[in-house]
Structures are given as C-alpha cells and as structure tokens.
C-alpha cells in the first residue's frame, strides 16, 4: 500500500512536444505530491507539487494533474526542450510521517532536437 | 544544493569495513533524511531524523545507523559494508510549506563496495 508507481520507464520526445508522465498511487492517505528532476551527476531537485484538495497545478511549462478518485497523477511538459532531458521521479508522502517521500522508479526523458 | 553538503562525494571501499557518510547542513532544519538510490528502484528512505538525537527508521534501513548530535550534521553508517550497499547515497532537509513537506537533496554520495 505503500508504493507509487511510475510509468513510462524512459520516453523519447520530439522537441517542442508534450511530455506526459504518469504515477499511480494505493494509500488514500497520502496528503503530498511532488515531482523531481535529476540530471546525471546531481541531486534529484523539487520540480513541482500538488495536493489532494487541487485537480491541476501549473508552473511554466509544467503541470501536475491530479486524479483522486482514480488515486494517479501525471506530470505534462509542454513545449519540450532538450535541456528538458533528465529523469524524472514522482512522490507522495502522508504530512503526519515526518514528511517520509514514497518515490517512484523514474522515467528517463530524452527531447530531441 | 540548498546549503546541504556531503561527504565524502566518492568511496570505494571493501567489504567488511565500516562507512561513515557526513551530510552538513546551512540551514537549520529539523528534519533531515538518508535515501539511496538503485537503478528500478527510484529513492528510497534509508533512516530519518527529526531533531538531535531523534532518529527513526525508513523502508531500507537494515544494515544502516545514523546519529544526529548537532543540528546541522547526519551521519550514516554502515557498520560492515556489503556488496548491496554500492549505491549512491543522497541526503535530504525538509521545509514545510502551504503546499506539503518540500525536501531539498545535496549532491550525493557514490559508494562502491567490493
């Protein structure tokens, strides 16, 4: 009950794309949804987050969409770049565990030119 | 890296001998946190602490213990490293905000066990 789920395990887009990425989660409980990205080399860095009270939050070129009911959020870039390329990790945490992330397994973005 | 650092960046090291990894903070935050990361297997929580001397255990914490004594340093060890241990090891701080928990990872650790 613990875990999410993350899906595609590596995508390939087209620059100036959209790049659509989803995660799956089974603990209702879960309060607390971040996306990170990673570039080789570096520590993953707080890309964007939601809460279960909101269907859809923007920042930029990003968006988290939130489906409760069907307990799955999406991350979705829009116009995608190259410097876009980088692995992205989905999170959930419940904010009465010490705010303990959940991650899921990554997916490896490449934007080509 | 949000003032978070750790050390040292690179180990190899030989099974059987222990492993300290440091992770010093600028900030000072209550919570810090020890996840590794695996290739398939995304970050995953190690141990955790929640003020000096309070510590609590993650998903994957056999084989791993760490001390906090002061505010800004967390330390892992691995009392005698194994093979499965060679991963890279990150070091996280938290800050609450309206949104939720917002955790800020330092560089990492690339840790190699033979």
């Known amino acids: 009950q613990q875990q999410v789920k993350q899906s595609p395990q590596s995508l390939i887009v087209q620059k100036g794309g959209i790049s659509i990425i989803n995660c799956a989660y089974e603990n209702t409980a879960f309060d607390y949804f971040p996306w990170y990205q990673q570039f080789p080399g570096k520590g993953p860095a707080l890309l964007i987050a939601i809460r279960p009270d909101v269907s859809e939050k923007k920042e930029g070129r990003f968006t988290i969409s939130f489906n409760k009911s069907a307990k799955q ?38 934007v080509k030119p | 890296d949000a003032g978070i650092t750790q050390s040292p960046r690179h180990k190899v090291t030989e099974t059987g001998t222990p492993v300290t990894l440091r992770c010093h903070q600028t900030e000072n935050h209550r919570y810090m946190y020890w996840y590794r990361q695996d290739p398939g297997h995304g970050l995953r929580l190690i141990h955790y602490s929640y003020g000096v001397k309070d510590t609590d255990k993650g998903e994957v914490s056999d084989g791993y213990s760490v001390s906090r004594s002061k505010t800004e340093d967390f330390l892992l060890t691995l009392e005698s490293a194994t093979s499965s241990q060679t991963s890279v090891y990150f070091c996280a701080i938290s800050s609450w905000s309206g949104s939720g928990n917002e955790q800020f990872f330092g560089p990492g650790t690339r840790l190699t066990v033979l």
Not at chain 1, 74 to 89: E, K, N, R, V, W
Request: charged share 15%; with cysteine.
């Open chain 1, 73 to 110: 959020f999406s991350l979705h870039i829009m116009d995608s770049q190259p410097g876009d390329s980088a692995t992205y990790f989905c999170a959930a945490s419940r904010g009465n565990q010490g705010g303990k992330l959940i991650f899921g397994q990554g997916t490896e973005l490449s």
